[in-house]
């Protein structure tokens, strides 16, 4: 076997592969008579059918038979010999001559990854704390979930609930099927269109209003996206919203017997352990974001181009539960080819740096780990035992783990500099 290699750009790599004839012969002499052993052709006993007549009959086949055990067989072997690293399947081109079978292998590379420099990272770590307004405002939050209503003999205002009576056109045509009744809104909570529930504002029990608002430009129903709607509005009653009062039967609801400084000092652990992650994650990030910056390398398209199909899954099958085309939901795959450039890359990364500084996963962590997220079910041990009976699921848990572990490693290296935020912003998602 002889092998030979070219690079034909940064990561992308051909490799020929020859094999001399007499071993494709030998190899086709071996198949043949066992071949022969086993066919039956009419004029000769089984087992009698002279190896010219197989040959004759076979020959073809079982030289492309051949060729594929060929490839199969050298593929792997070229690549020990020449230490490469494919990244993702090759396209093989093969072609048989007299001399001998020869084929070549196009593949990817994963890169030569330096890390140089990877424990001297700036790192900027955010640090934010539980306040007693903070507190205040959950407990307004968990008041408005348990509203309730009650009719008002006055004009409508933001935050009320208006139930309504209304019809639809553009362009001429009814798209609401006629009149919608008794249909519920919210005002401010922006369940309809923009515009729509402004328009609702002033309004009271029996009044009529007909007004024209711009569907978005972006809307689901590509008929209907950035064209001018008319509306026909019908007010039936206008409700305000009545907050419950923090009492002895609204704290047992939330699980908490005690005074409202028990139920108060239970939201304020929440809200701690909520924080604790979040700030957790921000930190992860901050670290991802200068691990990306400092090293720089080169991605495999293979490698991308998985990564883009993983992150389209979910709204090919979302597409695919709404009977709806995926080009109807306006997914251009290259609007998420920057993000999994940066997915793969950080992969590539972490694992370079798992690999140079031998981080194992940490099992008890993982218990932990497993323990933890079954707090919030009913009966945690069954989580537990889930988790535990499905090695694939055991295995997305301990990688998991074993990245956090390496974010507390080049955050013990790092220069880290503490930013402090209030707690909205630690909570919130930017960043």
Do not use: C
């Amino acid at each position: 076997m002889q092998v030979s290699v070219e690079k034909t750009s940064e990561l992308s790599r051909k490799m020929t592969v020859s094999v001399p004839e007499e071993i494709v012969q030998e190899k086709m002499a071996a198949r043949l008579k066992s071949l022969a052993r086993e066919v039956k052709v009419d004029g000769f006993r089984p087992g009698k059918v002279p190896q010219h007549v197989i040959k004759k009959m076979y020959g073809d086949r079982v030289r492309g038979e051949i060729a594929g055990d060929l490839v199969e067989s050298t593929y792997f072997e070229a690549l020990k010999e020449q230490d490469l690293r494919p990244a993702g399947y090759p396209h093989i081109h093969s072609s048989d001559e007299a001399e001998g079978f020869k084929y070549t292998a196009e593949f990817e590379v994963y890169p030569e990854i330096s890390l140089e420099g990877v424990e001297q990272i700036e790192v900027s770590r955010p640090v934010a704390t539980v306040q007693d307004v903070d507190v205040d405002g959950m407990i307004e939050k968990l008041r408005a979930q348990k509203k309730s209503w009650t009719i008002v003999e006055r004009a409508s205002q933001e935050h009320d609930r208006a139930t309504i009576s209304f019809s639809g056109a553009s362009e001429d045509e009814n798209f609401t099927d006629g009149k919608v009744e008794n249909y519920q809104v919210e005002i401010g909570a922006k369940q309809m269109i923009p515009g729509f529930e402004e328009n609702l504002i002033g309004l009271k029990a029996g009044a009529s209003k007909t007004f024209e608002v711009s569907f978005p430009e972006e809307y689901g129903n590509e008929k209907l996206a950035g064209k001018v709607a008319k509306f026909e509005v019908e007010v039936v009653s206008i409700e305000e919203s009545v907050l419950p009062e923090i009492d002895d039967a609204f704290i047992k609801a939330y699980g908490i017997d005690g005074s409202v400084d028990a139920f108060r000092e239970d939201i304020k652990g929440n809200l701690e352990s909520e924080l604790e992650q979040a700030l957790r994650g921000k930190l992860k990030n901050a670290v991802m974001n200068a691990l990306y910056e400092k090293i720089q390398i080169a991605v495999p398209n293979t490698l991308v181009d998985q990564e883009v199909e993983s992150m389209m899954k979910p709204y090919i099958e979302t597409a695919k539960r709404q009977k709806m085309k995926l080009e109807d939901l306006k997914l251009p795959r290259d609007a998420f080819e920057d993000q999994a450039k940066r997915r793969v890359a950080l992969g590539l990364i972490l694992s370079e740096i798992i690999h140079k500084n031998d981080i194992k996963v940490d099992d008890n962590k993982v218990r932990s780990t497993i323990e933890d997220m079954a707090k919030s079910y009913e009966r945690p041990g069954d989580v537990v035992e889930w988790y535990y009976s499905d090695e694939s699921r055991l295995n997305d848990v301990r990688q998991m783990v074993l990245e956090n572990q390496t974010i507390d490693w080049l955050v013990a290296r790092a220069k880290v500099s503490d930013e402090a935020i209030n707690f909205t912003d630690a909570m919130s998602k930017q960043g």
